[in-house]
């Protein structure tokens, strides 16, 4: 269970975030979305403790993140998974040694369950044969497999998805929220996604937060933000600009 | 606008301490939680491979050609007013106390300075270096303490390599251009040598190699954007070790000398 209370960032004069408030239940798999540059990212590495609030606190399975020593911090990411916007691979390493790094350091595991982990976790995402290639020999949609291979390899609590299907084609990003959704209901793993595109929101969300101005403008179901009246809201879920809305009002 | 020329040497001394605190911070995390240490082992002699045995060959280049010039140019200064055996002692001095470390450290600027802050750099913009956090890795005992305590060892052996090289460049030129023997060469380097003078250029390259090592991962560590950011801390490590190289060497031979 994870609990965000009025966390508020400024970076130099900018507010990025003005007082952001939710929470998300075990098991849950959450959407946020709000345009670029609304601070998706930002938010979502305070979830991570890179990032310290200037005011406010969050709250992972009871602990508060700001109460923790950098040891019990660690303890806490190492139940988090996440995929970052950029795949993030280390590019001095091979597809397999990412892989093997995480899970070397997060579980028990010997070498020959390590091999078949790694086996099973790229076979997941589909990239099986990639084992052996640089970061750099990868596609776009590719790393981000990986990345994702890389974030359930050591069999987290939590999944956060910085913009995983951002950049992708269609066919692929729908194999990744289909991904997404099987570690959510199948693996009861607790999730929080953020993205742009309304598919991917339709396709998995148990529930949806849009982010606007610094805040959390939008809490509530796939349906009601479908059929929200909001002009703000209806804007981002139709991809119009609000005049283009207001005009089409008329 | 006046006033904002005025102002413009305390602004930038503001900022220069306030980099400089914020890179005392940096190193000291090092030092948070020395039981986790030896989890970064291993890395740390990679780091020794590449920041040490990797650089050998332009070091011996470099410190032959300044053996040779060192050797060269101290029989044209004294021309034929003292015995020609006197090149030996410059050349050994010279390359000892000075050219060996100094000339080695700015060779390495560049060819580690730069690298590790663009590499750094380039691990920070591309969210490599939160990764390595998401995983539970302390970053700073990841990237950094194996490349600093790596250019500390390292450095000296490479100072080593490099005074044996000035020397064997500075005898080859000795024999070969100038009328001194081999003999005369090495006698003028017996008279005046102190083997407290091997030792002076080894303490110099420990801190070389801390100072610019240190600096090429505070930069790379806090590079902002995209490629220019990178490109922009691998070129602010290069001045800044230059110039903390030169300001060090005077300082610590006030300090040993
Ligand atoms: N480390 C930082 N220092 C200064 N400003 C930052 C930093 N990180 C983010 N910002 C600023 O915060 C704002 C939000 O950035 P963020 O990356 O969270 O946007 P986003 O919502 O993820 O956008 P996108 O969808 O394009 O990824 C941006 O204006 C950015 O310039
Ligand atoms: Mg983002």
């Known amino acids: 269970m994870i609990n965000v209370s009025n966390i508020h960032k400024t970076f130099k004069d900018k507010d990025v975030l003005r007082g952001v408030d939710f929470s998300i239940q075990s098991g849950e798999c959450v959407v946020v979305i709000g345009k670029s540059g609304s601070g998706k990212s930002v938010l979502l590495k305070h979830l991570l403790g890179l990032i310290s609030p200037d005011k406010g606190s969050i709250e992972i399975d009871g602990l508060k993140l700001d109460e923790l020593t950098y040891r019990e911090l660690q303890r806490v990411r190492s139940k988090i998974g996440m995929v970052f916007q950029s795949g993030a691979l280390f590019d001095s390493m091979n597809v397999y040694e990412n892989l093997k790094i995480a899970i070397d350091r997060l579980t028990n595991l010997k070498q020959n369950q390590i091999d078949d982990r790694i086996e099973q976790c790229l076979d997941e995402v589909g990239m099986k044969e990639t084992k052996l290639f640089m970061p750099s020999e990868l596609s776009g949609g590719m790393k981000k497999r990986v990345g994702i291979a890389r974030a359930i390899s050591f069999k987290p609590d939590y999944l956060f998805y910085d913009e995983p299907t951002t950049g992708l084609d269609p066919i692929m990003s729908d194999t990744i929220n289909k991904l997404i959704y099987k570690f959510n209901k199948k693996n009861k793993i607790t999730t929080l996604v953020i993205t742009h595109s309304m598919k991917t929101v339709f396709e998995i969300a148990d529930r949806v937060l849009m982010l606007y101005d610094g805040k959390i403008y939008f809490n509530g179901s796939v349906n009601d933000i479908k059929n929200s009246k909001d002009i703000i809201i209806s804007s981002f879920v139709n991809g119009k600009e609000i005049l283009d809305l207001g005009y089409e009002k008329q | ?257």
């Open chain 2, 1 to 257: 606008m006046l006033i904002q020329i005025l102002l413009y040497p305390f602004n930038f001394l503001n900022k220069v301490f306030t980099i400089f605190g914020e890179y005392v911070l940096l190193m000291t995390k090092m030092f948070h939680s020395p039981r986790e240490w030896k989890d970064y082992i291993s890395l740390t002699f990679d780091q020794m491979m590449v920041i040490g045995t990797k650089s050998i060959p332009i070091v011996i280049i470099t410190s032959i050609f300044s053996g040779m010039v060192t050797s060269v140019q101290s029989a044209y200064q004294f021309e034929s007013w003292t015995p020609t055996w006197f090149v030996g002692s410059i050349v050994g001095e010279s390359i000892l106390l000075e050219l060996a470390p100094v000339i080695s450290a700015l060779v390495l600027t560049g060819r580690v300075g730069a690298t590790i802050a663009a590499e750094i750099g380039t691990m920070r913009v591309t969210e490599q270096i939160d990764a390595i956090e998401s995983l539970s890795f302390n970053p700073v005992l990841y990237l950094i303490f194996p490349r600093v305590v790596a250019g500390m060892c390292m450095f000296p052996i490479l100072v080593v390599i490099a005074s044996f090289f000035g020397i064997f460049g500075g005898w080859f030129a000795a024999i070969m251009t100038l009328d001194v023997t081999t003999y005369d060469f090495f006698k003028g380097f017996k008279t005046w040598f102190h083997p407290f003078d091997a030792f002076f250029g080894i303490i110099k390259s420990f801190f070389f190699g801390f100072t610019i090592t240190s600096i090429a991962c505070f930069q790379g560590y806090n590079a902002k954007g995209g490629a220019q950011g990178v490109g922009e801390a691998a070129t602010v490590t290069v001045v800044t070790s230059c110039v903390m190289i030169v300001v060090l060497d005077y300082i610590i031979s006030e300090i040993l000398i």
